[in-house]
């Protein structure tokens, strides 16, 4: 996965939030989202920052994906960008490849591995069925 916002004040967008919150948080007693690998981007109109990128891999290791060391910061991003949209050769440019490449480098790393690396002895020691059954709130009433 590659989550890329916006800094909006000081922060991701709300949009970028939205987007993060309709991702399914477990399948049972598994997430969805645990073993695969993640990198982050954003890019601001002003200065740089890490705002966003920071508060995205905070949400992606909650959601227990394997979130790269590297990641970019495009600051005055309306530079960056020629008549035809494509970004202009430079060093952040430079930066978003390396990313990219680390991306790619992680998840074959860990793909055929993620099984191992997600497994938790909680998960284990309570099924997906148990847990169901255990915070099924309609045999409360």
């Known amino acids: 996965?590659?989550?890329?916002?916006?800094?909006?004040?000081?922060?991701m967008t709300g949009l970028m939030k939205t987007q993060i919150d309709w991702i399914p948080l477990s399948d049972g007693a598994v997430r969805p989202t645990q073993g695969k690998t993640l990198a982050v981007m954003q890019v601001s109109g002003g200065s740089q920052s890490f705002n966003a990128?920071?508060?995205?891999?905070?949400?992606?290791?909650?959601?227990?994906?394997?979130?790269?060391?590297?990641?970019?910061?495009i600051p005055k991003a309306f530079q960056e960008f020629d008549?035809?949209?494509r970004m202009r050769p430079s060093p952040l440019?430079?930066?978003i490849v390396d990313v990219m490449e680390e991306l790619v480098k992680f998840?074959?790393?860990?793909?055929?591995r993620a099984e191992y690396?997600?497994?938790?002895?909680?998960?284990?020691?309570?099924s997906a069925e148990a847990l169901m059954k255990r915070v099924n709130l309609s045999a409360a009433t």
Request: proline letters at 4%; aromatic letters at 8%.
């Open 107 to 112: 998840t074959l790393l860990t793909r055929d």
């Open 53 to 73: 990128v920071n508060q995205m891999r905070v949400l992606g290791r909650w959601m227990r994906l394997l979130t790269i060391p590297n990641q970019s910061s």
């Open 117 to 126: 690396l997600v497994d938790r002895y909680s998960e284990r020691k309570e």
């Open 1 to 11: 996965m590659v989550w890329s916002s916006p800094e909006r004040h000081g922060a």
């Open 83 to 85: 008549e035809a949209g």
């Open 93 to 95: 440019y430079d930066r």
